[in-house]
């Protein structure tokens, strides 16, 4: 049986009700409704759940009139203006984060000492003066914490005693981070020392090539490219060499960064080979690779054995002659040329 009440004159009574009704289990509940006169029926209830259409049969198996109270409102406008607050404060109830528990960092411990001084400690924040000025610095620091703080008066002894003890706390964290220093500085200098034996005991070409100082990779090329036309493809060969061992590690756009590279010394390479006459050269086909991967294969015979390159293009150069040696010791061959161009340069 439907009851005509008036309208309710606090609109914020619709969130205390959607308060009381999640938190209390309720068997009589408030629904409000409206009957158009073509006969559409609109109702929401306490907990924010609504309906609109025109089925009695809905309407009663939504809203029970047994298990509630249903309140009539004639005005169309104001039935919209409480539904509305009602879905939106029920909405706010069940979307509101439960607030956090306090924890030793938000605790604020307050000493009032006899001469009016006020000592407050919140973590390694440590601040005494006389009141107001106590009372700015803890509104202060609860307008700078994401947590309420939790203000406990305590005896000048224990405020003396954590203090001590967030003292010891900052310097085992300060031991621990010169330890990771110290232990980092070790192994860089393992490192350096690991780089310098390369240096010393290897050739300077293998020591380039095995190392990772580009200052010293550039010196060493810049040398070799000043020897003459032979020393500018045996650079152009380590520079081709390198990219190519790096695109095969990299991953994602590293790699194809690499492989770019790559393209563009093989056409630098193809350029200084053709003007050169004492080592052969050529271009030829991977069957294997022709259907998806770089089908190209630049061919350059070498002192000490061939050196191949993949390719996706074919830059400007001869057919090559001769077939692959079936060995994969291109990385080898080119530092050893290096080295022999680069001891020919020194001994000369």
Known sequence: MAHQRSWPLNPMSASRAVSECTQNTIVTMKVYTHRSSDGCLRGVSENGVSYTGRSKTDFDRLFP???TEQIEIDDLGKFRRWRDQIISASRAATTAQPTRPGNPRTLVFRH??????????????FYFAKEPKAGD??????????????VLNVDGDEIRRRRILHHKMT???HRKLQRQ????RANESKERARQRLIWENA???????????SARTRRVLRNLEQIGLLGRVAAQLFRTQKSSGRAKVYRGDYAHYAYHRKGEFLKQLCELLSQQKQLAWGWGTDVEMAENGPCHVLYVDL?????????????????????WDGTHESESNIIDFGEKIYSTALVS
């Open 65 to 67: 009139e047994n298990k």
């Open 112 to 125: 009032l000492k006899r001469d009016g001084v006020v000592e407050l400690l919140c973590g390694n924040r």
């Open 137 to 150: 610095k803890l509104r202060l620091w609860q307008s700078q914490s994401a947590m309420r703080l939790k």
């Open 171 to 173: 310097e085992a964290t």
């Open 181 to 184: 220093q110290e232990s980092q």
């Open 203 to 213: 050739h300077p070409v293998q020591a380039v090539f095995e190392g990772a100082d």
């Open 303 to 323: 002192p000490k054995g061939q050196a191949s390159f993949h390719s996706f293009e074919r830059w400007d150069g001869p057919d090559y002659t001769g077939d």
